[in-house]
């Protein structure tokens, strides 16, 4: 969750078209997707974009990066994203 907020979201807006604001472009849009709702249609989101953004992290022990890094690499695939995960262990529907 951290990685969402601090690498792809931190002072991003989504203001009127023109703006002088920071977007977050289609690309990270489509790895937000990936990370939070597990969904990745046009199958563009590479693993290895997000294991060196986690590589990159400053809040993780060295030990807790490279599991994280395994993980991701591990089961890119199968990643449910975190409102499934969120849902589930909150104990309830994450689909509602």
């Known amino acids: 969750m951290h990685l969402i907020t601090s690498e792809y979201r931190n002072g991003k807006t989504h203001p009127v078209s023109g703006s002088r604001h920071i977007f977050t472009s289609r690309h990270e849009m489509q790895a937000l997707r990936k990370l939070v709702f597990g969904i990745d249609e046009e199958k563009t989101v590479q693993k290895k974009e997000i294991v060196d953004r986690i590589k990159r992290t400053s ?8 599991r994280a890094m395994d993980r991701v690499s591990d089961g890119w ?5 975190i409102v499934p995960v969120l849902g589930k262990a909150l104990g309830g529907n994450s689909a509602a």
């Open 59 to 66: 809040w993780l022990t060295n030990l807790e990066t490279g």
């Open 77 to 81: 695939g199968k990643i449910p994203g």
